[in-house]
Nanobody
Framework: QVQLVESGGGLVQAGGSLRLSCAVS????????FIWARQAPGNQREVVAT????????YYTDSVKGRATISKDNAKNLVYLQMNGLTLEDTAVYYC???????????WGPGTQVTVSS
């Protein structure tokens, strides 16, 4: 059973940067995709970035393109989300997720709060 725990959230001023980390316990060998998603109060959870393990391809939602980078450190079993140029609209709980296959459900961590202040 894979478990995920996010860290690195906090309070940051607009224009600043954060690096979120996702500690992965358990083997994810052969897993399909890692996901970072976020959920702001009153909103649905939205996928921010994905990393497909087979070919290393990445996806970013339009609102973070050019400002976010998803990556994985295999030696440390960590998945990162680097966010730059943070805006008030980036305030949300950020979740790390993983899917075993393209048709399996997503396993999520408990989330980490990111608050951007003006």
């Amino acid at each position: 059973q894979v478990q995920l725990v996010e860290s690195g959230g906090g309070l940051v001023q607009a224009g600043g940067s954060l690096r979120l980390s996702c500690a992965v316990s358990g083997s994810t060998y052969g897993y399909w995709r890692f996901i970072w998603a976020r959920q702001a109060p009153g909103n649905q959870r939205e996928v921010v970035a994905t990393l497909t393990m087979r070919d290393g391809s990445t996806y970013y939602t339009d609102s973070v393109k050019g400002r976010a980078t998803i990556s994985k450190d295999n030696a440390k079993n960590l998945v990162y989300l680097q966010m730059n140029g943070l805006t008030l609209e980036d305030t949300a709980v950020y979740y790390c997720g993983v899917r075993r296959t393209s048709i399996s459900s997503t396993s999520w961590g408990p989330g980490t709060q990111v608050t951007v202040s003006s």
